[in-house]
């Protein structure tokens, strides 16, 4: 009874938070997890994530900008920013690392950076 009304919770927070998308939901019993994916009004994906059962953003989530192309992706652990993000725009790539939920560095590269592999 706990875990329908935590999903009923999430469903009204989804609902209310992005009322102008349309929206994918499925349950994720296995994981415990709410799957979830946005669509653009064109409908290209905007957004696909997971939530856990207590409405937080949890796992992997990777948004896209309304041609499709990928605009960021990182993780959440229960509602918190962690680990390594990557946003893309503006002819960049941008990797930022979140501890904590805070910006713990920042390195930006753009199309004219040249790349060095080490071997």
């Known amino acids: 009874m706990k875990k329908l009304i935590a999903l009923c919770t999430i469903c009204l927070v989804v609902n ?3 009322s102008q998308e ?9 994981k415990n997890l ?5 669509y653009h009004d064109n ?3 905007s ?3 997971t939530y856990n059962f207590k409405g937080e953003l949890h796992g992997k989530w990777t948004s896209f900008d309304e041609q499709g192309n990928k605009s960021s992706i990182g993780t959440y652990e229960n509602g918190v920013k962690t680990g390594k993000w990557f946003f893309w725009g503006q002819d960049k ?8 939920n805070a910006i713990a560095s920042v390195q930006e590269w ?10």
């Open 22 to 30: 349309k929206k994918e939901v499925k349950v994720n019993k296995d």
């Open 93 to 100: 790539l941008r990797e930022v690392d979140f501890d904590n």
């Open 43 to 45: 409908g290209e994906i």
């Open 16 to 18: 209310f938070g992005f």
């Open 47 to 49: 957004q696909m994530g």
């Open 110 to 119: 753009s199309n004219s950076s040249q790349l060095v592999i080490r071997d």
């Open 34 to 38: 709410v799957e979830v994916v946005y």
